[in-house]
């Protein structure tokens, strides 16, 4: 069936290095994605999203690129800090109107001091 | 932003009881929940999606007798996870949909259960 996976299972990073979390989904039919964090034994934390009519969007520190033609999705987190150190996931929105997500396996970022 | 409250962060029960799970939206009303399962290591997996007023839909291969899923508000859910069993230990995470156009989810903080 239609998935969401990761690229990198695990990134290591020198702390105030940026960071780079790739994804690849494959239902081209999504139209809605949104990037978590998740801290050891923590729910996840919504971080950023974009719809698939936007190629990239911006927070603090964040930023997300979509490129529909590869389906892929990357996160990238600016001067990475040691609270950046998380499980980040991808999350596929395939349903209509608030309907669930389709999460990726997730990255492992560990920043290194 | 949005509160999803969960309630126990953790829980060890022994095997043959049963568990409940509550999981609050503090700040808004959802007309519906999601619960997630999640194993060690793994990403989050859809048990089913609780619908205020109406029986959950389950998704594929989850028991809805082992699982069962009340929707009695439009601010409460509960899992209540019948006849433990020790593979049934896992991290349980609940979330609610709300923002603008309601498709942002926000998440409980999840419970850890523990079947010994």
């Known amino acids: 069936g239609e998935s969401v996976g990761l690229h990198l299972p695990t990134l290591s990073v020198q702390e105030g290095d940026n960071s780079i979390i790739n994804c690849a989904y494959s239902?081209?039919?999504?139209?809605?994605f949104i990037w978590y964090k998740q801290e050891s034994g923590k729910g996840p934390q919504f971080i950023i999203d974009?719809?698939?009519?936007?190629d990239k969007r911006q927070g603090q520190r964040v930023t997300v690129l979509l490129n529909k033609t590869v389906k892929h999705l990357s996160l990238q987190i600016a001067a990475t800090q040691p609270g950046d150190s998380a499980v980040y996931f991808c999350?596929?929105?395939?349903?209509?109107?608030?309907?669930?997500?389709?999460f990726g396996p997730g990255t492992r970022l560990s920043v290194l001091p | 932003g949005a509160v999803v409250s969960q309630h126990p962060s953790w829980v060890i029960c022994k095997s043959g009881t049963s568990v409940k799970i509550e999981c609050r939206s503090l700040?808004?009303?959802?007309?519906?929940m999601f619960w997630y399962r999640q194993f060690p290591k793994q990403s989050l997996m859809l048990m089913a999606t609780?619908?205020?007023?109406?029986?959950?839909?389950?998704e594929q291969g989850v028991e809805k007798d082992k699982f069962l899923i009340n929707h009695a508000s439009l601010t409460l859910s509960t899992l209540t996870v019948t006849s433990a069993h020790p593979e049934d230990s896992s991290f349980y995470i609940c979330?609610?949909?709300?923002?603008?156009?309601?498709?942002?989810?926000?998440f409980g903080q999840g419970t850890r259960l523990t079947v010994v």
């Open positions: 979330s609610a949909p709300h923002g603008r156009t309601n498709t942002e989810a926000f």
């Open positions: 609780s619908n205020e007023g109406s029986k959950a839909t389950y």
């Open positions: 974009i719809r698939s009519n936007m």
């Open positions: 239902n081209s039919a999504s139209d809605y």
């Open positions: 999350a596929e929105n395939i349903g209509d109107y608030g309907q669930n997500f389709v």
């Open positions: 700040d808004f009303q959802a007309t519906t």
